[in-house]
């Protein structure tokens, strides 16, 4: 380093280590600990089995939530509440309105509270407003509690996504998302069984979709309780780490660039996420996705019901729909761990859906076999979004602009998720064409967009490369030493930054 550059760099290390990470702070108190290398393996190890069982179950009890009124619809909650024409899509549609308004809030709070606590408040409030669903008597207090649900899980994919970002290398996060996203998939098949078991309670003074929710919200406090109680906020306050493991992890982390931690909120993130071709790219993918999955979620059960089976035969046959989501995650994720290519597998997994759009919409009506195939091939497109998840934390820098980002995300499915159950109107019954049509334009749409951001993140590292050759370079430093690893700058800002594809 010569003395020109010294003076620059002194100015420039004020700012940068007044707004750095937690996990800056906690390194440098620690200095002074001598420590071996943990086995990073071990160290994953123990962090998959005491994380990610937590962020597993609020995301089966979040599915599981939204296809247990697709499955009480056709148990006989649409008659005992009296609803009729658009009742039910208005009620399915309430809910993602109000997501979507909470996502406001969102940004704030996941700044200024410990993702791990405010995910597990929000759990414990829905799971009560769920049971709660037993006591709604009409099309007004359905739609009111549906609201209050809509509000409390909003925070769930944003709270799941920083919570991942935290523990976990980006190469290693593709496949814990995908795990963590399998209670998607298993709420399909589970939903499915409980259904069908409640549709057989007789002689009670409580109708078997009533009870059904009382269960679902009582378990779902449990695993709000339970995320509280066990899910560390971050790394530096993980109980079952000794220091020494937890400078390793931290050390181990840092490459990702992206930070642990930061109470500082920047306005200034928030404009700069705004004014990102690639935000509006990632939120564009996830409204031609859940504008799909929006369909599948909230109708896939009243679909199969129209081809001319009986309530618990719907429910039944629901669960390949979800052996379908299952596998297509595990093979999405874990093809990402050992193949890279982001994009290749995001765009792939849209041919399964776009192909059974196709049969849902082009086949006589009457044809059960191939509609059925249809509805369950489109569930593969759930493997995409914790794919397009990952890219939202893995590619963006900044706490402030990480968590904006994580609820326009998350906002964008809340969008999809409203058109979506729209495209179901009374007067297109039972055959719903229109909206069996729209699955198909949106997959087309959706695997077309992905590849266009793909080109837009090979661009633009092109771009960084070549302007990093006129730099003159610098030492290799011990990682917790540089303090560009936990200085909270933005992608935007870190020309060391590269955006994975």
């Not at 702070?25 to 290398?37: D, T, W």
């Not at 009742?87 to 809910?95: G, S, Y």
């Not at 979709?209 to 779902?220: E, Q």
């Not at 700069?272 to 031609?288: F, G, H, K, M, Y």
């Amino acid at each position: 380093m010569n003395e020109k550059e010294k003076p620059a760099q002194a100015q420039h290390a004020v700012p940068r280590l007044q707004a750095v990470d937690s996990a800056w702070e906690y390194l440098e108190a620690h200095r002074g600990i001598v420590h071996n290398e943990a086995d990073i393996r071990t160290l994953s190890r123990k962090v998959d089995w005491r994380i990610l069982p937590l962020m597993f179950c609020c995301t089966l009890m979040q599915a599981l939530d939204k296809f247990s009124l697709n499955y009480a619809a056709v148990m006989g909650l649409k008659k005992d509440l009296l609803l009729k024409g658009n009742d039910f899509t208005n009620v399915a549609t309430a809910f993602f309105v109000a997501y979507l308004i909470a996502e406001v809030p969102n940004v704030y709070f996941l700044q200024k509270v410990p993702a791990a606590k405010w995910l597990g408040a929000n759990v414990i409030l829905w799971g009560i407003t769920t049971a709660c669903l037993a006591a709604t008597h009409n099309y007004g207090t359905l739609l009111a509690a549906r609201i209050l649900i809509g509000c409390f899980e909003a925070t769930t994919g944003p709270s799941l996504m920083i919570i991942s970002s935290q523990w976990y290398t980006k190469r290693e996060q593709a496949p814990r998302f995908s795990l963590w996203w399998l209670g998607n998939g298993l709420a399909q098949v589970l939903g499915a069984l409980i259904s069908f078991g409640f549709q057989h309670v007789q002689n009670s003074s409580l109708a078997g979709w009533r009870i059904m929710f009382i269960a679902l919200g009582s378990v779902t406090v449990l695993v709000g309780v339970a995320t509280v109680l066990f899910l560390p906020d971050t790394p530096m306050k993980a109980r079952f780490f000794s220091d020494e493991e937890k400078i390793s992890l931290l050390k181990y982390v840092s490459v990702n660039k992206t930070g642990i931690e930061n109470r500082i909120f920047r306005p200034t993130e928030v404009w700069e996420a705004v004014r990102d071709v690639q935000i509006w790219l990632l939120c564009l993918c996830v409204v031609l996705l859940s504008c799909s999955s929006g369909v599948i979620t909230s109708y896939s059960a009243t679909l199969i019901e129209t081809i001319g089976f009986s309530p618990k035969e719907a429910a039944l046959l629901n669960m390949p729909a979800g052996v379908v989501a299952m596998v297509s995650v595990l093979v999405a994720g874990f093809g990402i761990r050992h193949a890279g290519n982001r994009w290749a597998w995001i765009a792939c997994c849209s041919i399964p859906g776009i192909t059974g759009a196709a049969l849902m919409s082009f086949l006589p009506h009457h044809d059960k076999v191939g509609t059925l195939v249809g509805i369950w091939l489109v569930s593969a497109i759930t493997a995409t979004l914790p794919m397009i998840y990952h890219l939202a934390t893995a590619n963006v820098s900044g706490y402030t602009k990480r968590a904006f980002v994580t609820a326009m995300v998350t906002g964008s499915f809340s969008i999809g998720n409203i058109i979506g159950p729209q495209t179901f109107q009374a007067r297109d019954a039972p055959d719903y064409r229109p909206a069996k049509i729209s699955v198909l334009a949106t997959q087309a749409g959706d695997a077309l967009v992905i590849c266009l951001l793909a080109l837009y993140y090979v661009w633009e590292n092109r771009r960084r490369d070549a302007a990093a050759k006129n730099d003159n370079g610098g030492n290799t430093v011990d990682i917790h030493d540089d303090v560009e690893a936990w200085a909270g700058l933005t992608d935007k800002n870190n020309a060391n930054f590269r955006y994975v594809i």
